[in-house]
């Protein structure tokens, strides 16, 4: 596809962050909006009015848009929409920008990698961070080989008071909490640093003591998913993994993220400050390597790279860049996969008060 060629593309799901999508791809040459579905009647079409979107026909049942001749479609529907209407794109042949987190539970993304394998489109998970030119520097150091063997990671954050609402509090919508909305974020960031290996079992806890409490959130009565979770992952290759997250507590910060080495350890602080701050799922604010220089302790701050990206808008660049030059997905749901594998057993492990395996069939 040449770059003068007009892309085609479908919203489905037009609430808060279909608008960022938007107006990302309203930034790239030779890209139109030509449709949007959302469930809720008339949704769609204020929205197209809102976002002067004159090129876009409204829809209220996805499977309706998915019938145009499109190249890509987002899906900004709430989680728990998420498996349905990525696998009905996939199955229309469209290629898909598919919201954080991949889906609700394993078996849905299991069946989501699957078919994007079998109609051989594009399932491309939309974690926007990956774009920071910091995370390149995180991985390049955890692959360089720099740090060792690397043995412990510790990812996660906190913050003190952080609790979305709507959709993202409801179970039914999304399925599950914190660890669903930014624990993704971390376990991404980790993850993809060590090259994505295999979970293998899960120890988890979950509690939700501020969302369930009227006095820390306004929602209280209809709050039924976690505010907190903490979690101890095996991974292939003798990696332990701790993962922690929280919405709310009585406590500046879970930690930084660190990869610990036989040779090395590297520390890594989020950039943001304020109530919402604390966790990853934006910038790098330090990094920091630990290691031994002819026996002595010494600490080497790693310069952060100052840039002005919009990660979101990167991630929307290149998902019409992927489409454009037939590439396959920037963000693969194959890898992506594992991450929901984690988050599931953390939810079954935390209901069942014990280790849980992690059994991924081979796709
Ligand atoms: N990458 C990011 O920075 C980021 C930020 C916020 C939210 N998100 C993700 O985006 C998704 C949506 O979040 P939001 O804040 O926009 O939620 P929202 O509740 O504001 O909007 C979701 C919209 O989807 C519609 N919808 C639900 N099911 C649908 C279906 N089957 N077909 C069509 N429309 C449907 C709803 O009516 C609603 O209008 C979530 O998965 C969330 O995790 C990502």
Request: one cysteine or more; hydrophobic letters at 40%; aromatic letters at 6%.
């Amino acid at each position: 596809m040449t770059t003068t060629q007009t892309i085609r593309i479908g919203i489905i799901g037009s609430g808060g962050i279909a608008r960022a999508h938007v107006n990302a791809y309203k930034t790239i040459d030779n890209v139109e909006i030509v449709a949007v579905a959302d469930l809720v009647p008339g949704k769609a079409r204020e929205f197209i009015e809102a976002n002067g979107l004159t090129a876009a026909q409204p829809f209220e049942d996805h499977r309706e848009l998915l019938q145009l001749d499109l190249d890509g479609v987002s899906i900004c529907t709430p989680n728990m929409a998420h498996h349905r209407t990525s696998v009905d794109a996939m199955k229309a042949g469209k290629q898909v920008l598919l919201e954080k987190p991949m889906s609700v539970t394993l078996d849905e993304a299991i069946e989501m990698v699957q078919v994007s394998k079998q109609t051989g489109n594009m399932l491309t998970i939309g974690f926007q961070p990956r774009y920071d030119p910091n995370m390149h520097i995180v991985r390049s150091i955890v692959q360089s080989g720099q740090l060792g063997n690397v043995y412990y990671v510790e990812t996660g954050g906190g913050r003190r008071r952080g609790m979305p609402r709507g959709t993202f509090v409801r179970k039914e919508l999304a399925g599950a909490g914190a660890m669903a909305d930014i624990g993704c974020y971390s376990l991404d960031m980790a993850l993809h640093a060590l090259g994505y290996p295999k979970p293998l079992s899960v120890s988890a806890y979950t509690s939700n003591f501020f969302g369930t409490n009227p006095k820390y959130h306004p929602e209280a009565d209809r709050f039924d998913v976690e505010d907190f979770g903490v979690a101890l992952i095996r991974l292939e290759g003798g990696i332990a993994l701790n993962f922690k997250i929280s919405w709310a507590m009585h406590m500046d910060t879970l930690g930084a993220t660190m990869f610990l080495g036989s040779e090395g350890g590297l520390k890594i602080t989020p950039a943001g400050k304020g109530p919402w701050s604390g966790v990853w799922d934006g910038k790098v604010g330090s990094m920091t390597l630990f290691h031994d220089v002819l026996g002595h302790h010494t600490e080497s701050p790693i310069p952060v790279k100052e840039h002005s990206l919009n990660l979101f808008q990167e991630k929307v660049k290149d998902f019409v860049a992927a489409i454009r030059e037939g590439r396959s997905a920037p963000i693969p749901g194959e890898e992506i996969l594992y991450n929901q594998a984690i988050i599931d057993g953390v939810l079954r492990s935390s209901e069942l008060r014990r280790e849980v395996e992690i059994s991924l069939p081979n796709l």
